[in-house]
């Protein structure tokens, strides 16, 4: 009796965890851009060259977010330029990343683990 008891406590505690549900991506992004977040092409291309990143570079901007709906930057380059990825995911953070968590706070997000979508692209 004591075992069939132990199984249905585990048994809850699993449903429990397959009831709660995180964000895709996808909802992500339309929180993003219901808040006027998401098209920044405008906006973020000044900090490109802010950042020293030369224009024959191609720059690819993911927006990390994590269990808090902290809002952190990967910023892939091609050539590698690190020193100017790494100064640009800077000016992000400082530009964009509370605005974003507050955003995301504001449309209900719940996120279980750390979540990447992908922003921008120049």
């Known amino acids: 009796m ?3 008891n132990n199984l249905i406590k585990l048994a809850e505690r ?4 397959l ?3 995180t964000a895709q991506p996808g ?5 993003l ?3 006027g977040l998401f098209d920044k092409s405008a906006e973020v291309a000044p900090l490109l060259n802010a950042a020293g990143v030369p224009d ?3 720059v690819e901007i993911s927006i990390m977010v ?3 709906l902290n809002c952190t930057y990967v910023v892939d380059t091609n ?3 690190p020193a100017a990825a790494i100064k640009l995911r800077g000016l992000l953070g400082v530009k964009y990343g509370s605005a974003m968590k507050k955003a995301l706070a504001a449309a209900g997000i719940s996120v279980t683990d750390t979540m990447r979508v992908g922003w921008l692209t120049f």
């Open 27 to 31: 909802e992500i992004a339309s929180a």
């Open 66 to 68: 994590d269990k808090t």
């Open 79 to 81: 050539p590698a330029k």
């Open 2 to 4: 004591k075992s069939v």
């Open 33 to 35: 851009k219901a808040a």
């Open 14 to 17: 699993f449903a429990y965890k």
């Open 56 to 58: 024959d570079v191609k």
């Open 19 to 21: 009831a709660q549900q």
